[in-house]
């Protein structure tokens, strides 16, 4: 089996942070490790070691797990393994993006656009589908709007909502798609469409990631008449007087 190809760890980060790292890829290399065998390995101290591992656990970037004993027990704690979570792997990077996006294009070649249309639409579907009941529940379009973001933030878009206007804006601090998104804006329009449908009235997407912006931003109008409104091109900063509203203060739940 070849050996994963494991980033560096970035110039600019400290010594504590290069030696953090160095823990987290023993781990990633050789775990699940003691923090003895980690420090044998390193050649520093088991007390530093244990410094940056309690850090690894505290960060949800590793976890520990009964170590195998070998021989008669001893006296003191049984030792324990150290091992890295989802979290800590994911400080190395990985493909993921490059093997979507080559699928994808595999779809397009051979299947044609209309394929990618309907993967699109079947992604957003399972990512919100769970969610549709505790979002159609509200008949109001800006209270949808906030379950929405409440239900995206589970999902890992860290969203919030804020009145913009005569609207609602829904706001996505993160896509865990946007490189693939970048090459196959199917995603997206599929993404726009879903919650058109979810919020009961027609949207505007204004900004996404994955074309560079900083946030992907989707304009929610909303009148008391109940008829829909377009949003003034550009507007993007809140009415006077009302605070941004954020489920859950942007945390995942």
């Known amino acids: 089996m070849p050996r994963a190809e494991v980033q560096p760890v970035p110039a600019q980060v400290g010594p504590e942070g290069r030696t953090r790292h160095e823990v987290a890829r023993l781990l990633l290399e050789q775990g699940p490790m003691t923090a003895v065998e980690v420090a044998d390995q390193l050649g520093i101290s088991a007390a530093a070691v244990r410094r940056h591992l309690d850090a690894l656990l505290a960060d949800g970037e590793a976890e520990t797990r009964d170590a195998s004993r070998r021989g008669p027990r001893g006296r ?55 969610h549709q009941d505790a979002i159609t529940k509200h008949t109001d379009p800006a209270a949808r709007a906030e379950a929405l973001a409440a239900a995206l933030t589970r999902e890992g878009y860290a969203a919030s909502t804020r009145q913009v206007g005569v609207g609602e804006q829904l706001c996505q601090h993160h896509c865990p798609v946007a ?34 912006d900083n946030v992907c931003t989707t304009h929610v109008p909303v009148v008391p008449t109940g008829h829909p409104a377009t949003p003034a091109p550009g507007s993007t900063a809140p009415s006077p007087g009302r605070t941004a509203r954020i489920p859950n203060g942007g945390k995942p739940a």
């Open 76 to 130: 003191g704690r049984p030792a324990k393994n150290f091992l890295l979570t989802e979290a800590g792997r994911a400080r190395f990077g990985h493909a993921y993006d490059d093997l979507a996006s080559s699928a994808i294009r595999f779809l397009s070649e051979h299947a044609g656009e209309d394929a990618v249309k309907a993967f699109a639409e079947a992604r957003v579907a399972s990512l919100v589908g769970p």
């Open 179 to 212: 490189h693939v998104a970048a090459e196959f804006p199917q995603l997206c329009e599929a993404e726009t469409e879903a919650f058109a449908e979810l919020l009961g009235t027609h949207v505007q997407r204004l900004a996404t990631i994955a074309r560079g």
